[in-house]
């Protein structure tokens, strides 16, 4: 057999022990990592990964298997973070009740993927896109190309916190795979001197100084990467799986959905009023033409739609109704959501 595929193969069926027989001598840490004991970056995102040291020499098939083998690791380092995930949609929810806002803000790929997060509440969910913001290093032109430097200069993080009106009714996630960037410290130092809640995402454990500056720490341990310091891999997988927890989670907290039905779009596209009208048609039972007349009638709006058809309310007192039912359509409506076929 090949020798790399007979590490593959012995990897995924060896204790940590046997693995560091087929590699060499590590150094285990927590979510199955192991890193070299000697020369090592003290940030595990930044360290080589001796489960793929040869894989330059792997063929196609056997790349797949061992990023696969890798990505299996970011789901239990998620799943190890879920209290400070449920913490986090709180501090959101709490935000947006307030009339404040969600904040990420980061560098390279953990700013990106804050960016991207944010832009996808509003056709989503139905919200202003002022309520979800993603804040990048370098601005708009980081998003398609590299600014190198950009993370590295603190004054640049508050400045942006300034920029924005950061207060009290906020709350500010800064994303740093690595648990370094000084421009995340720099905007969490200033937001938190501003009264606003602020955590921290990261996939290497922070300095004990900034944990200490946070309301809330999501650290999803991935350890490193199959390419080394290539975080847009196992860290960025992770980002994404919590940062999507996050927003849906505070969403689904405000309101914006019924059961998991997403009933606070707004039709703006073909897509979005097909979808629009049908989950109309699901909830009330009427007809495609009768369920465009009734979002129509509501101002485009889906969720005071079936209020309207559900309790035979005008737009207004819908409107009225969900208000006073903190925006949770299931407080309102005399039915639970309809069973899934």
């Not at 341990?221 to 992770?238: D, H, L, P, Y």
């Amino acid at each position: 057999m090949h020798e790399l595929s007979w590490k593959i193969s012995c990897y995924r069926r060896a204790t940590p022990h046997k693995l560091a027989r087929v590699t060499r001598r590590v150094t285990s840490f927590p979510h199955g990592e192991f890193v070299t004991a000697s020369h090592s970056d003290p940030r595990f995102t930044e360290r080589r990964n001796p489960r793929t040291a040869d894989i330059d020499l792997a063929s196609p098939r056997e790349i797949v298997d061992l990023l696969h083998a890798e990505d299996r690791f970011v789901l239990d380092a998620v799943a190890t973070q879920r209290d400070a995930i449920a913490r986090a949609i709180e501090l959101a929810e709490q935000a947006f009740r307030a009339g404040g806002r969600l904040f990420y803000i980061g560098a390279g790929t953990s700013g990106r993927l804050g960016v991207l997060d944010a832009s996808e509440c509003p056709p989503t969910f139905g919200t202003d896109p002022d309520m979800v913001q993603g804040i990048i290093a370098g601005g708009l032109p980081a998003l398609t190309q590299s600014q190198e430097g950009a993370e590295d200069v603190v004054a640049d993080g508050a400045a942006a916190m300034e920029a924005r009106h950061v207060g009290a009714r906020d709350f500010v996630l800064g994303i740093a795979a690595s648990g370094t960037t000084p421009y995340v410290r720099g905007a969490l130092e200033r937001a938190a001197a501003l009264g606003a809640h602020t955590g921290i995402l990261a996939c290497s454990p922070p300095a004990d100084s900034l944990l200490a500056l946070v309301d809330v720490a999501i650290l999803p341990i991935t350890g490193a990467e199959a390419v080394t310091g290539s975080t847009r891999m196992k860290a960025g997988t992770a980002t994404k799986l919590v940062l999507n927890a996050i927003s849906t989670g505070a969403m689904i907290r405000i309101g914006k959905t019924f059961g998991n039905l997403m009933v606070d779009l707004r039709a703006m596209s073909a897509k979005l009023v097909d979808r629009g009208e049908r989950v109309v048609m699901e909830v009330t039972g009427v007809e495609r033409a009768e369920a465009r007349r009734f979002i129509g009638e509501a101002g485009g709006s889906v969720r005071i739609a079936i209020v309207m058809q559900q309790r035979g309310f005008t737009r207004g007192e819908a409107e009225r109704a969900l208000h006073d039912a903190g925006g949770v359509v299931r407080r309102v409506l005399p039915n639970a959501p309809p069973p899934v076929a």
